[in-house]
């Protein structure tokens, strides 16, 4: 079962939201050494997607989709620490 994050059902102006939520979704609860130096050279990569629906403020029913993908920027991992964004 992966970890679902708590969103209210209707969002108004006045809706008071919370900060942002995050959800680690990993394969045993850790990553090996051996997966952060394949991730390193780009042998494995991490990638999530997904979709939220809702009703516009026009009464409309939508959907939006999106994929990111965890890329490495600049850097040694190691040396100095995660050097990386997600990518649409």
Known sequence: ????????????????LLPA?????IPHGV??????????QGKKFIHFQGYIKYRDVFDRY????FCYSWRKTIGDWAQSGVLANWET
């Open 1 to 16: 079962m992966l970890p679902q994050m708590e969103i209210p059902s209707v969002i108004t102006p006045l809706t008071h």
């Open 21 to 25: 939520q995050f959800a680690f979704v």
């Open 31 to 40: 990553l090996s050494q051996e997966d952060i130096d394949a991730l390193q």
């Open 62 to 65: 939508r959907e939006t989709r």
